[in-house]
């Protein structure tokens, strides 16, 4: 039964990447634009991670793989196909909602990982530090990634069309953007920015890859002291992957809306 269900999930999530392949834009938003801010990388310091350039790029790069190819490109599926009554007719085969969900995703999820995992090594050969805590920053990634897919769920549920999208999209990319500016905003401020998605990615990355505490350009935290400051983000992230899910679960709408 297992096996079936990841057959019909991974054929399904191949037609998915086919279509994202042959859409020039699409893939452009996928693809580059991720892999695009690790340029700012040849900009930075070669040294021991010093400086924050090195980390300024790479929490950019992973935000634009968490909004594009993940967040905004399910989005736009979601929306698409709801009107095309391609989801309800999927829904009357064999195949689950959740495979149904899981397939549409995982060409966008997939790319974004992979986008991760391609910074490490970019980073190194560019002088930056390897990651000091190797887990940390996975988990950063993992829950980073199955946050903004929720999101494009429950921005889906009242999103009437495509090009709806464009605007429906923007509370969820502010959100993530003023988060990851924040660093420089005053105290007062950042007590309240710090709640945000973006803030606790950003703070985590730091953490995790850098060793920076708090608004420190240089490391001053040893891979122990990597756990005890990830505490505070790393609870808000989950707390606000918890509340997507919960969302996107009891908004999904599978027809076109009236």
């Known amino acids: 039964m297992t096996t079936l269900s990841l057959s019909r999930t991974a054929g399904l999530a ?10 020039k834009l699409t893939l452009t938003y996928a693809v580059v634009i991720p892999l695009a801010p690790l340029l700012l990388l040849l900009l930075g310091d070669s040294g021991d991670g010093s400086n924050g350039a090195g980390a300024a790029a790479i929490v950019t ?9 993940v967040f905004y490109n399910l989005l736009s599926q979601l929306v698409t196909r709801r009107d095309e009554l391609v989801l309800k007719r999927l829904r009357t085969g064999e195949s689950t909602d959740a495979e149904i969900i899981a397939s549409l995703a995982l060409p966008g999820l997939v790319i974004a990982l992979a986008t991760a995992l391609v910074a490490v090594p970019f980073a190194m050969l560019l002088g930056q530090p390897a990651p000091l805590n190797p887990l940390l920053y996975a988990l950063t990634v993992v829950v980073t990634l199955l946050l903004f897919a929720a999101f ?3 921005t889906a549920a009242w999103t009437k069309n495509a090009e709806a999208a464009q605007i429906t999209s923007m509370p969820v990319i502010l959100l993530a953007v003023l988060g990851q500016v924040a660093i420089g905003f005053p105290d007062e401020v950042r007590r309240f920015t710090d709640l945000t998605p973006g803030a606790a990615m950003t703070d985590l990355v730091r953490v995790s890859w850098f060793g920076f505490g708090t608004d420190d350009v240089e490391r001053t935290l040893d891979f122990a002291g990597t756990w005890s400051a990830a505490g505070q983000p790393l609870l808000v992230l989950v707390a606000w992957a918890a509340v997507a899910i919960y969302l996107a679960r009891r908004s999904m709408r599978w027809e076109p809306r009236s």
Do not use: I
């Open 14 to 23: 191949r037609a998915n990447a086919t279509l994202v392949v042959r859409n």
């Open 152 to 154: 494009a769920l429950w």
């Open 61 to 69: 790069a992973l935000m634009m793989a968490a909004l594009f190819p």
